[in-house]
Nanobody, 124 residues
Framework: QVLLVESGGGLVQPGGSLRLSCLVS????????MGWFRQAPGKEREFVAA????????EYTDSVKGRFTISRDNAKKSVYLQMNSLKPEDTAVYLC?????????????????WGQGTQVTVSS
C-alpha cells in the first residue's frame, strides 16, 4: 500500500511560519520527484513547489518564491515545506504528491500518488 501522510498544518497569524512534513511509504522514495500542491475553497488545485529525486532543482510558483523552501531526506523517506512570512492568501489544504519520470512537475496530472492533505489557515 502506498501512503503519503502530511503533517504540520495548523492555524498561524500573518507573518508566521509553519513546517509541513510528508512521510512516504510503499514506494522506492528515491526514484520519485516530490511536489507540494494546495487547494483553497472555490479554487483549482495549485502547484506550490517541487523537488527532483536527488534534491536538486527545486521549483516554486511565483507567489511563494522567497518565502517557501522545499527539501527532502531520502533516508527518512520524507519531503518538507518550510513556509515563512505566511499570508492569508496561503490558506488552503496542502497536499504532497509523488511523480516518477514526470515531464512537467507543475502539472497535477504528472503525479502518481497523493496524500490526504493538511489544513493551513493564516488569519489574524
Amino acid at each position: 500500500q502506498v501512503l503519503l501522510v502530511e503533517s504540520g498544518g495548523g492555524l498561524v497569524q500573518p507573518g508566521g511560519s509553519l513546517r509541513l512534513s510528508c512521510l512516504v511509504s510503499g514506494i522506492t522514495f528515491s526514484n520519485y520527484g516530490m511536489g507540494w500542491f494546495r487547494q483553497a475553497p472555490g479554487k483549482e488545485r495549485e502547484f506550490v513547489a517541487a523537488i527532483t529525486w536527488n534534491g536538486g532543482n527545486p521549483e516554486y510558483t511565483d507567489s511563494v518564491k522567497g518565502r517557501f523552501t522545499i527539501s527532502r531526506d531520502n533516508a527518512k523517506k520524507s519531503v518538507y515545506l518550510q513556509m515563512n512570512s505566511l499570508k492569508p492568501e496561503d490558506t488552503a489544504v496542502y497536499l504532497c504528491a509523488a511523480a516518477i519520470s514526470p515531464t512537467s512537475i507543475l502539472m497535477s496530472s504528472e503525479y502518481n500518488y497523493w496524500g490526504q492533505g493538511t489544513q493551513v489557515t493564516v488569519s489574524s
